[in-house]
């Protein structure tokens, strides 16, 4: 049974890397998904036949409880999937991972408390049981972290929280002070003289990495909300990983390994493209509290454009960019974009998309709206493959962006986002912002584009502003 286990989980492990590799690009992200799916049924249904093969899983309550928990999971899975629309996908990205960090909590625990015969050296001494209490406090640890740090990203990305960084007195020390008390409470544990005698120390380190895992999230502010949805992706997998080495489960730990590393190399391309360090988001708010406070609003004056007008400039523009931004998710008008895409390509308008790496409220977020409506792949062009075609742009339609077009990235040290690489839209022959209003983003900072000479602002709901200007389009 071991052999054809462990041929099941190999097997498992190819599906979840060439679910990986079809994860990377647009056009095989569907057969990426079938393949996620199909390697986790497999893996799924072998632990399953295995735990009632090796006699642990006879026919009684444990096995009627194992069937019950994956019966209920599934269905909330299922209702979850099929209920969320886009603009809630990131908050159910956040809350899956807190599940993940959740478990890997609960398997360390109890792993401890009953170790598995797999994992007598957790009773025993020596160098064996060193190991096994250190995988236990590594995976509970890691797992807490994810957990708390998940659930407040979730409340941000939803909106329950404030999205501006929470900048304590002294952050960087208290960080530095709970790993330390972290790993400095290892000691009691693994010296612990019986079974069950570190609990205490295990539980006071889980409130420690808890703790953490809120101060992480909370000091971390909305423009790098994306990059932190990708870093909590890496913490689960890390976390699912410390429980397969706990369980003494190979698939549990390659796939662990995949998402982690995935996730860590995700976050470190997105903060590449962000001009940011990997620390300067991991330890939220770095540096922040040296920037000079603003030196008041910029002069200026902010000019409306009507339907028609900008319909008429539309018609008439040989070269016409889109930027997306979560307004557009919010407002749902992407399938009206599409079609608004399709009338000026017919009138022989060369339309295209620029993408931020941060745009939206996940990695890839515009990428996956724009897909669903049918927006061809070959004109959604990322940041720096276009960023430099806007000179030479008639004009810009920024649908819902905010932070992601602002020019004081780049030239006000003022800014918390100064040093972020931006869409230099302004550089454009004339730039339509479409929003329902004046307020700012999600990072909190107003905006000095509006109040350039060349930029109009089309102010409504995105979807009937679109629906609008392609009505007149089509005229």
């Known amino acids: 049974m071991n052999g054809v ?3 099941a989980y190999l097997m498992s492990g190819v599906l979840f890397i060439r679910s990986l ?5 647009q056009e095989t992200a569907a057969r990426g998904n079938l393949y996620g799916m199909l390697g986790m049924a497999l893996a799924v249904a072998v632990a399953g036949v295995t735990w009632f093969m090796t006699g642990a899983g006879a026919v009684g309550p444990g096995m009627a409880l194992l069937i019950g928990s994956v019966v209920v999971g599934g269905a909330v899975g299922v209702v979850l999937a099929r209920r969320v629309e886009m603009t809630g996908m990131p908050e159910l990205v956040a809350i899956l991972h807190s599940f993940v960090g959740l478990a890997a909590v609960l398997v360390g625990i109890s792993s401890y408390l009953a170790p ?22 590594v995976g509970v640890a890691v797992g807490a972290l994810t957990f708390t740090g998940s659930i407040i990203a979730w409340a941000k990305l939803r909106g329950t929280l404030s999205g501006k960084p929470l900048l304590l007195p002294g952050r960087h020390l208290l960080n530095a002070g709970i790993a330390a008390g972290i790993i400095g409470l290892a000691v009691p544990f693994v010296n612990a003289s019986g079974p069950g005698q570190g609990l205490i120390w295990l539980l006071l380190m889980t409130v420690l990495a808890g703790a953490l895992g809120i101060h992480l999230v909370m000091a971390i502010g909305g423009a790098d909300m994306p990059v932190v949805v990708s870093l909590l992706n890496s913490y689960s997998g890390w976390a699912a990983a410390a429980a397969g080495f706990v369980l003494a489960n190979d698939l549990l730990i390659v796939t662990g390994a995949l ?10 391309i997105m903060c590449r493209a962000m001009n940011r360090s990997i620390l300067n988001v991991v330890f939220g708010g770095f540096g922040t509290g040296d920037v000079k406070p603003s030196e008041g609003p910029r002069s200026g004056e902010v000019r409306e454009l009507s339907v028609d007008e900008t319909a008429a400039r539309l018609r008439t523009a040989k070269s016409v960019i889109i930027v997306p931004g979560y307004g ?7 399938n009206a974009v599409q079609e608004l895409t399709r009338a000026l390509r017919e009138q022989g308008v060369t339309v295209r998309f620029a993408i931020h790496p941060v745009a939206g409220r996940l990695p890839g977020h515009m990428n996956v709206l724009l897909a669903e409506a049918g927006v061809p792949y070959d004109v959604v062009l990322e940041m720096e493959h276009i960023n430099h075609d806007f000179t030479s742009t008639d004009a810009v339609l920024v649908i819902g962006a905010n932070d992601i077009v602002n020019p004081g990235a780049l030239d006000d040290a003022s800014s918390p986002i100064y040093g972020m690489p931006v869409l230099e839209v302004w550089k454009s022959k004339l730039v339509v912002v479409l929003k329902r209003g004046m307020a700012a983003g999600y990072a909190g900072v107003d905006n000095p584009l509006f109040l350039l000479d060349n930029t109009r602002m089309l102010f409504g709901d995105a979807r009937k502003s679109i629906e609008a200007l392609l009505t007149a389009v089509r005229k």
Do not use: P
């Open 5 to 7: 286990t462990t041929v």
């Open 259 to 268: 998402v982690g590393a995935s996730g860590a190399i995700l976050s470190i």
């Open 21 to 25: 590799g079809g994860l990377s690009k």
């Open 328 to 334: 557009m998710a919010v407002a749902r008008a992407q």
């Open 116 to 137: 598995r015969s797999e994992h007598a050296a957790v009773a025993g001494g020596g160098a064996a049981h060193v190991v096994a209490m250190v995988e236990i406090w």
